[in-house]
């Protein structure tokens, strides 16, 4: 069974820092492209950033980019994000996904940034 | 950035009758050399993350009832629920992978009639 579990979120201040983790299992971790998706309270779907296999690219929107950082270490089939200089508007729910067509979503892990 | 606009924002369909959702992008998603349209479509509960129902625009995931159909090519797709049910009942959302960012519409809320 393929599962994804999320964690590491929690309260932070603005201009905080957190790192995100995602524990994959039930299928080859480093043959799949990852992504991170967020979703702020009663809001829609926020791609954020991905991590394809082949060639290890990595990409982000642009709201996030030059402050989080997607990792993945395959030997622990984990997927990270790292998320510097954390604004009020990064306040959300952060879901790990596997696949570009995202085959399958963790359960998610709260951010909150508020002072 | 390519943008995905779902239409309507939300939908009131009687049981048993069709739901159809709509998604247009800014740019094409049909990728030529494999003539495959990157458009995933997602139901969202309550509660719960979403959960995939069709990716290249028209292939249903395992699983998932045959009463979800997608349809559509290039710039305008189609979700379609051939007969409502009460489960049926969340928000939809179609996204893109064709560039990134991944973008995703709107959102789309299906509600009892």
């Known amino acids: 069974e393929v599962q994804l579990l999320e964690s590491g979120g929690g309260l932070v201040q603005p201009g905080g820092s957190l790192r995100l983790s995602c524990a994959a299992s039930g299928f080859t971790f480093a043959n799949y492209d990852m992504t991170w998706v967020r979703q702020a309270p009663g809001k829609g779907l926020d791609w954020v950033s991905g991590f394809f296999a082949h060639g290890g690219s990595t990409y982000y929107a642009d709201s996030v980019k030059g402050r989080f950082t997607i990792s993945r270490d395959t030997s622990k089939n984990t997927l990270y994000l790292q998320m510097n200089s954390l604004r009020a508007e990064d306040t959300a729910i952060y879901y790990c996904?596997?696949?570009?067509?995202?085959?399958?979503w963790g359960q998610g892990t709260l951010v909150t940034v508020s002072s | 950035d390519i943008v995905m606009t779902q239409s309507p924002d939300s939908l009131a369909v009687s049981l048993g009758e069709r739901a159809t959702i709509n998604c247009k992008s800014s740019?094409?998603?049909?990728?030529?050399?494999?003539?495959?349209?990157?458009v995933a479509w997602f139901q969202q509960k309550p509660g719960q993350p979403p959960q995939l129902l069709i990716y290249w625009a028209s292939t249903r995931e395992s699983g998932v009832p045959d009463r979800f159909s997608g349809s559509g090519s290039g710039t305008d797709f189609t979700l379609t629920i051939s007969s409502l049910q009460a489960e049926d009942v969340a928000i939809y959302y179609c996204q893109q992978y064709y560039g990134t960012p991944h973008t995703f519409g709107q959102g789309t809320k299906l509600e009892i009639k």
């Open positions: 996904v596997r696949g570009r067509e995202g085959t399958a």
């Open positions: 740019h094409t998603v049909l990728y030529s050399s494999n003539n495959k349209n990157y």
